[in-house]
Every structure is written in structure tokens, then in C-alpha cells.
């Protein structure tokens, strides 16, 4: 079975074919355009310039995945697209351009969550079958959030950022010393020539039945350490240790959190996905911890971290062969949750309250505080 899958939640516009076979579901051919360098001087998303792009790229990208695998548009069997959760006006066009797409070839149109992608899609890049169940860890810079994936749609939600997500808080803290959007990468950099020793930075480990994230504390340790020592003018190095301890102080946090809610879980395996998995160290603490503990660890690589159709069509695909009913696909959700109804009431309320506080500061850029949102918190909800 081969489903084409569209995703455009945010400014990313991206179309894949993938092709279901006995053992796992396969991407045949997958392109992303970025509008990164676009928006980058807004210092955010514009959400009309991004649906603009979303309406000239769709017309494009889709006849150039189907080029690159050699096949007439007959030849799928579904079309799938992102019903959220996201930004709505983005959501709505990659929505529309396959709901139109299904109707012309008189083929099944079909909803994907945007965080069931995530979650799936360290197996897909590792061509594996999606194994349930396990305990995925999602890391981006709108979310970060453990889960107990019981089944398709049987999902638990373990814990969650009670403030800043965690590639939020590598973008912030970028911010602070005077390094370029996204920070991570560029955090990463820094951190490769410093000693992650040499700052005492705050982690807020587990606590008994409690596996919620915050990085607020550590965000305002490393604001505190850099206003007060004038060395970081100076003498880099100062810089370089600063970023290596809080980089170090992230990773353990995420991996221990990680860890335990497996063993909370009582499952053997742990998927995780988002862009903040770009991070070398990230992965091999996480290669190592799980290494020693005997879990089964599944990451995504570094093209299914951050938002691909693949995951998309694959979650589509998966449920198609599996029997499972997917979504109608007949409207787009901006606040779609994951979770069971009171779940999502609770994501709702802290998306609205950390997307009103990030839109405040792009007023200062010239444009109304409608119209930016932070590179992100679209994906909050
Ligand atoms: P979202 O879709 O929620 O905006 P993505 O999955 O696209 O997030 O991931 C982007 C986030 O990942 C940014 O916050 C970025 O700083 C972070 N990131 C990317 N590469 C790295 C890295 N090497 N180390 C740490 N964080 C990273
Ligand atoms: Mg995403």
C-alpha cells in the first residue's frame, strides 16, 4: 500500500510517498522546503507569509516526489495530512491540497496528528515495525513530553515542560549569549570546545511519580552566570564552559527522565524524536544509558527528528495496514491533542498562556503581535 503524506503544521513545507510492506513501512522519496531563512528576520513565524509558501511549494514538491520514484499519481492508494495540532492557517492548506488531491483520484483521505508522526518516526527511519508498546520521548522546540504509547490511540501522557521546552530553552539561552536562531546547533558548537564540569547548573531530576519537565531554573542559573562574570566578554573559554554545562545539564535531565519512565512503564523500549535528538551528546548518553539498563532504544535520525512527511503518510500507512480506523480527515484541529479530553484541556491552557507570552516580544520587530508567533510555540498545544 502507498500513501502520499503532507505536512505544513508550521513553516516547513514537506510531501513523502512511503510503501507499507510485511515488516515495516517504507519512505520511497521524501522532500522538505524550509522557510527557516524566510522568517529568520521577523525573528518567528509569519503565519500569512508561511501559508503563501505552503500554496507556491505544494504544486511543486508533490510531482517531484512522485518524479523521483518514477510513478503516475494512480499508483497511491491514500492521501494523508497533518490535522494538527498547529498553526491553522498553515494546517489548512496542506489539508485542502490533499483533501482536493483525494477527491480528483477518488481515493481515501486520512487526518494525521502531527505528534503521533513524531512519535512513530524513529521507527520508520530505522525501518522498523512500530512495536507497541513503549514509552516515546518527543524533544523539540515546541514540546517536550514523555508518553506511554499503549496502542494506536491509546496514548499516556507521563510528563511534560511545566515552562520552556527543552529546544526552547537551547534556543533562549542561545539568545542570551548572543548566538543566532535555532541554538542548538550553535550551542552544540560551543560546547564541543568546553568543559561541562565546570559550571554547577540546577537539574530538575525526577521525583518520585512526577516526570514533568522544567528548565526555567537552569535557563535563569546560566542568565545569572553570564551577567556576573565579566570573563565571559573576555576569555571564550568562559563561554565554551558555559555552554558544554548546559548542554550537559539538559541532557541528563531528558535521558534520566527518559529512563524512568520506561521502568515506570514497565516497557522495554524507548523511541524518541524531535530536533533536539540532533544533539550528538544527547544521543549517546541516551545510546549508552540504555545500553547499560537493557532497554531497547529507538532514535530517529537526523531527517525524521524535525518535521517530514514521512512520519505523516507512515502513521497513515501503519493504521491502514493494521486495521486500524484513522482519522476522517475531514477538517484541520489546531489544538488536536494526543491524550484523552481532559488531557488536552490542560495542553490547551498552557499552549495559549506560552503563545501569548512569546508573541509579546516580536511587537518590538514592526509587525502586529498577531501577526508572528516564535519559532515553536505553534506546536505547544
Ligand atoms: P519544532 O517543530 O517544535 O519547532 P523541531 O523538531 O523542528 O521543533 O526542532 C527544532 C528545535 O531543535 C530547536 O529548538 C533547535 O534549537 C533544537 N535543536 C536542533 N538541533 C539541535 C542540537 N544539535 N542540539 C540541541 N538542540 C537542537
Ligand atoms: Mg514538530
Not at 91 to 119: F, T
Not at 227 to 244: I, V
Not at 261 to 270: C, K
Not at 355 to 377: H, M, S, T, W, Y
Amino acid at each position: 500500500m502507498r500513501v502520499l503524506g503532507i505536512e505544513t503544521s508550521c513553516d516547513e513545507t514537506a510531501v513523502a510517498l512511503v510503501e507499507t510492506n510485511p515488516w515495516s513501512t517504507d519512505i520511497l522519496a521524501q522532500v522538505i522546503s524550509s522557510q527557516i531563512e524566510l522568517h529568520r528576520p521577523y525573528g518567528g513565524v509569519v503565519p500569512e507569509m508561511a501559508t503563501r509558501e505552503h500554496l507556491r511549494n505544494l504544486p511543486l514538491l508533490v510531482p517531484q516526489v512522485m518524479k523521483e520514484v518514477n510513478l503516475s499519481l494512480d499508483a497511491i492508494d491514500a492521501v494523508a495530512a497533518t490535522e494538527g495540532p498547529g498553526l491553522a492557517s498553515s494546517l489548512l492548506i496542506g489539508h485542502s491540497y490533499a483533501r482536493a488531491l483525494a477527491i480528483a483520484l477518488s481515493k481515501p483521505m486520512i487526518g494525521v496528528n502531527h505528534l503521533e508522526g513524531h512519535l512513530i518516526s524513529p521507527f520508520l527511519a530505522n525501518r522498523r515495525a512500530v512495536e507497541f508498546p513503549f514509552v516515546g520521548l518527543i524533544a523539540s522546540g515546541g514540546h517536550t513530553l514523555l508518553v506511554h504509547a499503549l496502542g494506536w490511540d491509546r496514548y499516556l501522557k507521563l510528563g511534560s515542560t511545566v515552562d520552556d521546552a527543552a529546544g526552547e530553552a537551547f534556543d533562549k539561552v542561545a539568545k542570551l549569549i548572543g548566538l543566532p536562531y535555532p541554538g542548538g546547533p550553535e550551542i552544540e558548537k560551543m560546547a564541543l570546545k568546553g568543559n561541562p564540569e565546570a559550571f554547577g547548573l540546577p537539574r530538575s531530576f525526577p521525583e518520585r511519580d512526577n516526570l514533568n519537565f522544567s528548565f526555567s531554573g537552569l535557563k535563569t542559573a546560566v542568565r545569572f552566570f553570564y551577567e556576573k562574570s565579566p570573563q565571559m566578554q573576555t576569555e571564550p573559554e568562559w563561554a565554551y564552559d558555559l555552554c558544554a554545562s548546559f548542554q550537559k545539564a539538559v541532557v541528563d535531565v531528558l535521558v534520566r527522565k527518559a529512563v524512568a519512565a520506561v521502568a515506570q512503564s514497565r516497557v522495554e523500549r524507548l523511541a524518541v524524536s524531535g530536533g533536539v535528538l540532533c544533539n550528538k551528546m544527547l544521543r549517546e548518553e541516551l545510546e549508552f544509558t540504555c545500553y547499560e539498563a537493557g532497554i531497547d532504544l529507538v532514535l530517529a535520525d537526523a531527517a525524521s527528528c524535525t518535521d517530514n512527511a514521512g512520519m505523516i503518510a507512515g502513521v497513515a500507512a501503519e493504521k491502514l495496514a493494521a486495521g486500524v480506523e484513522p482519522r476522517c480527515g475531514d477538517d484541520i484541529n489546531p489544538n488536536l491533542s494526543l491524550f484523552a479530553s481532559s488531557e488536552a484541556d490542560g495542553d490547551a491552557a498552557r499552549g495559549l498562556s506560552a503563545a501569548i507570552k512569546l508573541k509579546n516580544r516580536q511587537a518590538k520587530k514592526g509587525l502586529q503581535e498577531e501577526d508572528v508567533v516564535a519559532p515553536g510555540e505553534v506546536e505547544v498545544w
